[in-house]
């Protein structure tokens, strides 16, 4: 994967805590809810690249089937 590109920006603070509050609510950083947006608005205006690579996955992978602990007892057997 070639490496990514670092861009200075400069926002409005009112728009930087506003990008980070939705970011916050959708589990995403900043930085990567404003490429997610990017995105967006470049795939709306028809304007993607085709050589653009899919956005990275961040955070922990996920369990397989196989890994998921199993719970013997319908309600986690507490009393």
């Excluded at 990514?4 to 603070?13: G, H, M």
């Excluded at 196989?66 to 057997?77: I, L, M, N, V």
């Amino acid at each position: 994967m070639p490496e990514r590109k670092k861009v200075l920006l400069r926002l409005d603070p009112a728009v930087h805590d506003a990008l980070a509050r939705w970011a916050g609510n959708e589990l995403r950083s900043t930085n990567a809810q404003i490429e997610f947006l990017l995105r967006r608005a470049l795939d709306d205006a028809g304007r993607m690249p085709k050589e653009a690579g899919d956005l990275p996955r961040r955070g922990r992978p996920r369990k397989k089937a196989s890994e998921a602990p199993e719970d013997p007892e319908p309600g986690g057997g507490r009393t």
